[in-house]
């Protein structure tokens, strides 16, 4: 009995019997209307704009067609992608997407698209360069540079006198769950980030994606991720966070 050849099922094991977060799988329809009726109180600010980044290859760009065709009713694949190579980022450039209400209409949010991190090439000057975008100084169409950071004396793509519409409102990490707590060298980058977004007052939120890679349980019951004992201690070991109550991440 209980010979090296055989297998034990570790389901149980990998399900917690409290979840870690409340979450309410019927509240899809209601936070899509309750978006798409928001109006900007401020006749300062045009639109709200999100910035999205984080590491190469966690699905930047699917999180971002993810957001745009659920919105718009139908598969759309506006971000691209490179499914083959994925040691560097596909996204070069900053791209801004729209969000659409309708045929006629957009919604006053928009999406910023930057180039991926690249943990073991990341330099001091594309640091600055996401700092600068934060800011609202970098235009549309930016191609990023490694060795290069934009600077005032680019006309072209440096905005001087940007203002509260320019700027960004909510910075959004995207993070390969299989990689969370094995690199070191990326969660050093994104902790640089986030105490300078912090110093702006600007809310910050991670999106872990690939979760039913990194769970078996997940992978065989998607609303299972918030009773994944897997899931929740690679939240947790999240060193740009750390271990935050549920409620922190409603």
């Known amino acids: 009995m209980g010979g090296s050849g055989s297998k034990v099922d570790q389901t149980p094991f990998q399900e917690l019997e409290t979840p870690w977060r409340t979450f309410d799988w019927n509240q899809k329809k209601v936070l899509k209307e309750r978006l798409e009726s928001f109006a900007v109180s401020n006749t300062d600010v045009k639109c709200i704009k999100v910035l999205v980044t984080g590491q190469i290859g966690a699905g930047k760009s699917s999180f971002i067609n993810s957001v745009l065709s659920t919105f718009q009713g139908e598969i759309v694949c506006e971000a691209l992608a490179d499914a083959v190579d994925k040691s560097h980022s596909f996204t070069k450039k900053l791209t801004t997407y729209r969000i659409k209400r309708n045929e006629t209409e957009d919604l006053p949010f928009v999406i910023i698209d930057m180039i991926g991190i690249e943990p073991e090439t990341l330099t001091v000057q594309q640091l600055e360069d996401i700092m600068n975008t934060i800011q609202g100084h970098v235009k549309e169409n930016y191609k990023f540079k490694i060795d290069k950071q ?101």
């Not at 409102?169 to 769950?177: E, I, N, P």
């Open 150 to 250: 934009l600077t005032p004396e680019d006309e072209e793509y440096y905005k001087k006198d940007a203002d509260i519409s320019d700027q960004v409102f909510c910075l959004v990490y995207v993070l390969d769950t299989n990689y969370i707590a094995t690199n070191d060298r990326l969660f050093d980058h994104l902790r640089t980030i986030r105490l300078q977004a912090n110093d702006k007052g600007i809310p910050q939120v991670i999106v872990m994606t690939k979760v039913d890679e990194a769970c078996p349980l997940v992978k065989k019951d998607l609303r299972k991720i918030y009773t994944s004992r897997k899931i929740k201690q690679k939240k947790c070991a999240v060193p740009v966070w750390g271990c935050q109550s549920a409620t922190s991440f409603q």
